[in-house]
Each structure stands twice: as C-alpha cells, then as structure tokens.
Nanobody
C-alpha cells in the first residue's frame, strides 16, 4: 500500500519560515514524478514545485527565491523549506506523485495546514 504523509505545518507570522516534510511508504520518490501543491481557500489547487522523472524541476513564480525543495538520502522523504512567508501562502500543502493540479494524481497525502498572519 502506498501512503504519503505530510507534516510540519503550523501558524507563523509573515516573514517567518516553516519546513514541511512528505514521507512516502510503498514507493521511492527517486523513481517518481513528484510535486508539492497547495489548496487555497475556494479549493483551488496551485503547483508550488514539481520535478519530472527526467529531473526537470519547476518552481512557481511565487515560490522562486523563497522556497527550496530537498530530499533525504533514503529517497522516501521530500522537504519543502519555506522562507519569507507571506499571508497569501496560507493554504493546505500536500505532496503528490504523477499528475498535476489539472490531471489526476497517482498518489497524494492529506496535506498539512499553513497559516501565515500579517
């Protein structure tokens, strides 16, 4: 059984930082197309970061320069380091494999809530 589980969310003030983690069981991220996404109020899905199996990496314009994604050596955990957070970053952040905000995901986690206050 494949499971993705996010953690690390919370409430911070604008300008603060959070590090989210996504841990997988039943698959290895190194073999997958993986992404961090977020659902904002209204249930709209936004791509934060995405990497293809070929290693092509994408950061959203909003994430560039503020967010960094890195992995641990096991291949089972992907981190989203978020710095200089803004109120508009408030969302439920989730990781997923395959798919996109406009295409069905293969697997996805339940998400972790991030609240940024001004």
């Amino acid at each position: 059984e494949v499971r993705l589980e996010e953690s690390g969310g919370g409430s911070v003030q604008a300008g603060g930082s959070l590090r989210l983690s996504c841990t997988a069981s039943g698959l290895t991220f190194d073999d997958e197309e993986v992404g961090w996404f977020r659902k904002v109020p209204g249930d709209e899905c936004n791509t934060v970061w995405h990497v293809t199996r070929d290693g092509y990496e994408y950061y959203s314009d909003s994430a560039k320069g503020r967010f960094t994604v890195f992995r641990d050596g096991s291949g089972n955990t992907v981190y989203l380091q978020m710095d200089s957070l803004r109120p508009e970053d408030t969302a439920v952040y989730f990781c997923a494999t395959g798919g996109s905000c406009s295409q069905p995901f293969n697997y996805w986690g339940r998400g972790t809530q991030v609240i940024v206050s001004s």
